[in-house]
């Protein structure tokens, strides 16, 4: 079974368009999408009506910190958890959206699980309160969150693969675009994708991932897409020009 894996869209239409089809053309069986499909970007309804589309279709799409401050419970003043220099884009974004959509997002899993693999947004251990996972340390404590032996989260922005022996010593590996890495059965696991829609790693392709349970192999993948687009519609709908800057250098 393979399972495409994407996270962090941030309502960038040029980037969600590219992974796709480049998943498409690699094929898989299942896909997980692992939250914030809103904010930052200028294309929210569009990128939900795509995350719709694919969820009645079968795929798996989990709630993000953006979903939360975004959807139909969340605060009318934008979201009281979310940082003073994102408040802009999402008071924008919650104009964007109809009732509709806010509900949807409001009524999205926080975790859910695909065969062997637990899927979150942003952890397991607590992933209604938005922690990242920074390092070794975060990821140990998601691994013991559950029993599963592999286990994805988005939320970081940046790709990411750690492992966790038997005897609790945890280690890392640094993902190269492309690359099968064979998971140890004798290890537990923990990947981040990285981010489709605002990578954040110097890179300003999109983030996506492809884990293949019958060989236990997970390939991390980067895909360039028109970013200098996405940038200028963002300048377009009047957001600020920090947000655009951060796509054209993947920071």
Known sequence: MKIALMSDLHANR??????????????FDHLALLGDYVDYGADPTWVI?????????????LKGNHDEAAGWAGPAEGGE????HVMASLIWTR????????????????????GPCEIAHANTAKPGQWGYIHSRLEATGSLYAT??????????????????????????????????????????????PGSVGQPRDGNPAA????FDTDTATLTFHRVPYDHEQAAQRILDAGLPAYMAERLQHGR
């Not at 796709?20 to 094929?27: A, D, N």
């Not at 104009?95 to 695909?114: F, K």
């Open 95 to 114: 104009a964007q959206l109809s009732q509709t959509d806010r509900q949807w997002l409001d009524a999205l899993p926080l975790t859910g699980r695909i």
């Open 14 to 27: 040029q980037a969600t368009e590219a992974v796709w089809q480049h998943l498409q053309h690699l094929g």
């Open 207 to 210: 983030c996506c991932a492809l």
């Open 49 to 61: 009506e795509f995350v719709r589309q694919r969820v009645s279709e079968g795929a798996l799409a």
């Open 81 to 84: 958890r979310m940082a003073e």
């Open 147 to 192: 029993d599963a032996n592999y286990v994805f989260c988005g939320h970081m922005h940046e790709q990411r693969l750690y492992h966790l022996t038997g005897t609790g010593k945890a280690g890392e590996f640094a993902p190269v675009d492309g690359v099968g890495i064979p998971l140890s059965p004798a290890r537990r696991w923990l990947a981040i």
